[in-house]
Nanobody, 128 residues
């Protein structure tokens, strides 16, 4: 059974940091691209970052480039999102999802609507 479970969310002050984890099971990490998405209240879902574990290629949206870092630990079947210099506008539910390797990571993150498996999300709140 395929599962993606996010963890690590919470309340953090502006300028602070958090590390999110996406722990996967039921599939081999190298066989998929893994993306982080977020959805703020009243807003559409937004692609944040994506990684191809097979070759460690990464992609970031303009809104998080330079502040967030995506990485993976194949031995733990886990993908991480290290978030730094957090802003109130980063407040959202963060989801990880597994998608096909057939597309470029930018397309997968920003335009593709067919991610195959999704986690249930973890809430990140940036507030003083």
């Amino acid at each position: 059974q395929v599962q993606l479970v996010e963890s690590g969310g919470g309340l953090v002050q502006p300028g602070g940091s958090l590390r999110l984890s996406c722990t996967t099971s039921g599939f081999t990490l190298d066989d998929y691209a893994i993306g982080w998405f977020r959805q703020a209240p009243g807003k559409e879902r937004e692609g944040v970052s994506c990684i191809r574990p097979r070759d460690n290629s990464t992609y970031y949206s303009d809104s998080v480039k330079g502040r967030f870092t995506i990485s993976r630990d194949n031995a733990k079947s886990t993908v991480y999102l290290q978030m730094s210099v957090l802003k109130p506008e980063d407040t959202a539910v963060y989801y990880c999802a597994a998608g096909p390797l057939d597309y470029g990571l930018g397309y997968l993150l920003l335009y593709y609507n067919g991610m195959e498996y999704w986690g249930k999300g973890t809430l990140v709140t940036v507030s003083s």
